[in-house]
């Protein structure tokens, strides 16, 4: 039978099904049947006599639907006679976290490779095979929608691009919105516009043409990543995102906020947090404030209890005695 999480009745929290415990004999056709009700419909099997253990976790937000899938080694198809059963009528993206995997399309052979998203049209046919098995994201949105927030009609031709830190922002920032929305313990909520807007500046669309929310989302996932660079700045931050500092600016305005402003408070409450880790009471008051990118001790005591009205020594004296105390 199906294993369904508790959130499933939700239509925006994560639906679990896997084929583990699942009779042996039955985990490819149920496979393919969740498949096309919850994802596309596709042809399954196994390349050799190992039996198919797959897990799915699907996330259907008001127009998009966001997917988790991990799986050992099998091939999937989705051939003419599959499209005109079961047309999906979207684009889909696949986001490879682990395992090559070839796709074979009527253009040529192309081989995925962890790192890599892999946007196609899924009513034109292709297979895709995963030898090592996979793990990998999904996002699909209807054709209408994307051409509506992209300018493109209909893909060409399928299209790779990699979304590893540092590769491109919007692939990347894309690829962590769908990873944390898409998981079974401790889902993040997706916003819907701005996936979306990610979505048409990875397909190229003019950068300063409205896609505020898609620079924001860029530029706080940069910003994230890099909080122990006390060089970091706003002009760092949007040459990353791929935009003019003064656009940057606006970005931020419209938040309420400067990009100074909320690098500072980023770095304060991810002081906060390593502070209050009974497990990092190894490190120094000193040393955590290096961590996150202040240069002086002094500032960031001063910044911290400025921000959150209690000092920094007093977070960790609570943390060192929390370690202290004898577990139940």
């Keep these: 039978m199906t294993q369904v999480s508790d959130r499933g009745t939700c239509p925006s929290g994560p639906v679990v099904f896997t084929t583990v415990g699942l009779p042996e ?13 919850a994802l596309i419909g596709l042809r399954c099997r196994t390349l050799t006599a190992a039996v198919l253990e797959a897990t799915e976790i699907n996330v259907q937000l008001e127009r998009v639907h966001l997917a988790r899938v991990r799986g050992s080694s099998h091939v999937v198809e989705r051939d003419l006679t599959m499209v005109r ?37 899924a009513d034109r046919p292709f297979m895709r095979g995963f030898s090592l098995g996979l793990e990998e994201l999904v996002l699909k949105l209807p054709h209408e929608l994307f051409a509506d927030v992209t ?80 060089t970091l700045s706003a002009v760092q ?15 931020f305005a419209r938040a309420g906020t400067t990009v100074p402003k909320h690098i ?3 770095r304060l409450e991810r002081a906060r947090q390593l502070l209050e880790k009974p497990a990092a009471t190894s490190m120094t008051i000193a040393e955590v404030a290096h961590h996150c990118g202040f240069t002086s001790a002094a ?30």
């Design 151 to 230: 300018g493109i009609d209909r893909l060409a031709r399928p299209m790779v691009m990699n979304f590893a830190a540092g590769a491109n922002s919007f692939a990347h920032t894309l690829a962590r919105q769908v990873g944390a929305a898409a998981r079974d313990q401790d889902a993040n909520p997706a916003d819907e516009q701005t996936l979306l807007e990610l979505v048409a500046a990875l397909a190229g669309k003019n950068r300063d043409s409205g896609l505020s929310s898609a620079h924001r989302a860029a530029a706080l996932t940069y910003i994230d990543q890099h909080l122990s660079d006390p």
């Design 264 to 266: 500072l408070g980023r």
């Design 85 to 121: 059963q079961r047309p999906a009528e979207s684009v889909a993206l696949f986001f490879s976290l682990a395992g090559e995997a070839f796709f074979y399309h009527d253009d040529g052979v192309r081989t995925v490779q962890p790192g890599q998203i892999l946007m196609c049209d």
């Design 299 to 328: 500032h960031f005591s001063h910044a911290f209890t400025t921000h959150f009205g209690e000092r920094a020594s007093d977070i960790r004296r609570g943390a060192v005695t929390a370690r202290s105390l004898p577990l139940d």
């Design 25 to 37: 004999e039955q985990r490819i056709e149920l496979w393919e049947s969740h498949n096309a009700d």
């Design 237 to 251: 931050v949007a040459a990353a995102v791929g935009i003019s500092t003064r656009h940057l600016s606006r970005v």
